[in-house]
């Protein structure tokens, strides 16, 4: 007994050692676990969340020639591409006069700490000039001078009368590599050019370069024309022409001239508008007091009714990927926007806020809805989200109008019309854009007033 | 209960047992180590040793000269060693392990630096728990002797008065209890030693945990000290203040863009003492290769870091952020 009760107490002993060393073993595997962790954690973070919304500044040096020296041609192709980014208003353009060496070939790589100075975060250097067959050589190689690294480069050639447009596409390669949007310097724009007294209105059609050069009149100005809107995938418009009160959509091939007679649309107050791939058209027909959506094939020329209900439902709008409609209507009591399938199902309203709203365009690249909109006397220009949501106003006036997206969906054009004074004078009426973050209102030169603007796609 | 011992030092069952007391373990087990007394004892005890070396107990260690020299090693060093941190809840040791907390606050940059990769090379934790070895013996006798041994020997002895009623025989009475008593002596004696051997083993034992929690926590503590700083200095609010405001001066996101509010860029950062760049990494090189609109925003952010070298970081804390993750969110704007 004694034995047992002495080992009992010896077995205590050991097991109390044993219970101790598991204990301070527990202990050090934890401690080591945290000691770990807080060795491994030595990478600190830190979240930025604001920045600067400022022009980003590029220095745009005069394109050389064979002899290193800027070219007459490397010179014009310079100006261009200058206006063009700093029309964008996501640009600044770095003095020329500021530059410490101004570079002599694409070739060569820049002293960066001649620009860095500057404040420049891009470089573009180019050569161009005449080859003896009299067409235009051109490179050009565009630098990120805060990395030092070649960001893009190119080149090719062109006929003299193809300058502007190749200086357009190196604007557009610049426009893309800093900002990541697809590019619209080489577009067109087709609008209606008004003169004369206001009882005796003449209204042409007309078309330029967004830039306002290569003015051009597409129509004699005999008859009234309103509402151009280009072909998503030809270099087309559709318009509507009235002739003895009566409107016709017309379709203008703009290369060849010449124009083809879709039909006299009683009642039609807007030209329709293209589907995304160009094969179809989609418009508002007045018929037995009622304005229903139709839906036109281009090649049969059928007519296919989208919407039925008693009140008006107009200037419908495809979304990019031709599934959906946006649409205006006042079945609602009021003129608000719906969205509905391009089948004119599931029809959903999608503007709830004070004020009515008008001529909806669906943007490019999907995300957003361009409209007008009339609230206490005063017209805007406004942007919302696809269902309705994040409402914005870019623009206001007395009359501003007939909002037409840019290809990239970034910039929105308009007309905006002064006030008529008691004695007749204002009334002016011109072209206007506006990026969508509501920066960079900006007028568009055009010879006399204008309306009714249409930006075409990205040229071919 | 041998059969119990058994289990318990069987490897799968130690495991086992391991697992399932884990929470049982934290909420009983440290009270459990900490309220023994002689685990607090040691810390007081390195300071006797320190000031008194000629006593007995001094000379009749061996060992006794050597932790002197040890000590005296220690106590010439420019910069005060610093102490392997036990979990501080004596207020005597508190004493010797102020002059790390004292340097953290302090400006001064090489002290905050040098002290923490002193702590994590130098073997400082060594003498502490040598001293201890050759004090527990007086401590931890009186403790655990009365406790255990005197039974055994009362028990043998109480059989032993049986004898006849003679006359003759109350004098061999009266000499077997004299015997009886010297062997009551004797064998109180051998209990005494025995009782004193097992105290030797039980203070060894307890010398051995004591020694091995000491060199854990001190290990783990120079672990937690030294690398990370974290907890000793870590940026402060103004410092991360003034760095994104610096930061967001030279940062033109890609705004207006679609999906550029969704656009989110890390981008790695190596930076010298004095905030400058010498390194700025995007870290996912796959997308900015691939995804046209996040390289833009990438390129956008690493220029900010370039630009906006140097950082305007506190170079006393230069441990802290040599390495840097920069996220650029444009999400408010």
Known sequence: MDMMIFGASANTVSGNALWRTLLLSFFAFMLFIISAGTVGAQTQRLDITEGQIAPIPVAIAEFTGPDGLPSEVGRQISQIISDDLVSSGLFSAVDSAAFIKPPESPSIRPNFSNWSPLGAKGLLVGSAFLDADGLLQIEFVLWDIVSQRNITEGGGSANQSGIRRIAHQIADFVYQEFTGDSPYFDTQVVYVSESGPRDRRVKRLAIMDQDGFNHKFLTSGLDLVLTPRFSPTAHEVAYLNYFNDEPNVYLLDIASGRTERLGSFPGMTFAPRFDPDGNKLIMSLAQDGRTDIFQMDLRTQSLTQLTRSASIDTSPSFAPDGSRVVFNSDRGGSQQLYVMDANGKNVKRISFRKGRYATPVWSPRGDIIAFTKMFKGEFFIGVMNVDGSGERLLARGFLVEAPTWAPNGRVLMYFKQEPVSNDGQGGETYLYRVDITGFNERRVSTPADASDPAWSPLLQ | ?333
């Open chain 2, 1 to 333: 209960m041998q059969r119990m011992a058994q289990f318990i030092r069987q490897p799968v069952a130690l495991s086992l047992g391991f697992h399932v007391l884990v929470v049982t373990l934290f909420t009983v087990g440290w009270p459990f180590l900490t309220s023994d007394e002689t685990d607090t004892q040691p810390l007081i005890v390195v300071d006797i040793v320190r000031t008194v070396p000629n006593t007995n107990l001094a000379g009749a260690d061996g060992g006794g000269k050597a932790a002197d020299v040890e000590q005296e090693e220690t106590l010439k060093k420019p910069p005060p060693p610093p102490p392997p941190p036990p979990p501080a809840p004596v207020p005597k040791p508190v004493a010797q392990a102020k002059p790390a907390p004292k340097v953290a606050p302090k400006p001064v940059v090489d002290d905050a630096e040098i002290l923490p990769s002193k702590i994590v090379s130098a073997p400082v934790a060594r003498p502490k728990p040598e001293a201890p070895k050759a004090l527990k013996k007086p401590v931890s006798a009186p403790v655990s002797a009365p406790v255990s041994r005197p039974k055994p020997p009362q028990k043998k002895v109480t059989p032993v008065p049986k004898a006849k009623p003679n006359k003759l025989a109350k004098q061999s009475r009266q000499k077997e209890k004299a015997d009886a008593l010297n062997g009551l002596l004797q064998n109180l004696a051998e209990a005494t030693q025995a009782k004193e051997a097992e105290e030797n083993q039980k203070a060894q034992k307890k010398a051995l945990n004591k020694q091995l929690a000491q060199n854990l926590t001190a290990a783990v503590g120079d672990a937690l000290k030294t690398p990370s700083n974290s907890s000793i200095m870590p940026l402060g609010v103004s410092d991360i203040d003034r760095l994104r405001s610096h930061i967001s001066k030279h940062w033109t996101p890609p705004v207006g863009a679609k999906g550029a509010s969704q656009l989110k860029v890390d981008i790695f950062v190596k930076l010298e003492r004095d905030g400058t760049v010498t390194r700025a990494e995007i870290v996912d090189k796959s997308r900015f290769n691939r995804d046209k609109l996040f390289s833009v925003a990438a390129r956008a952010a690493r220029s900010a870091i370039l630009e906006a070298s140097p950082l305007p970081l506190p170079a006393e804390k230069y441990e802290l952020w040599k390495e840097f993750i920069f996220g650029f969110d444009p999400i408010n704007m």
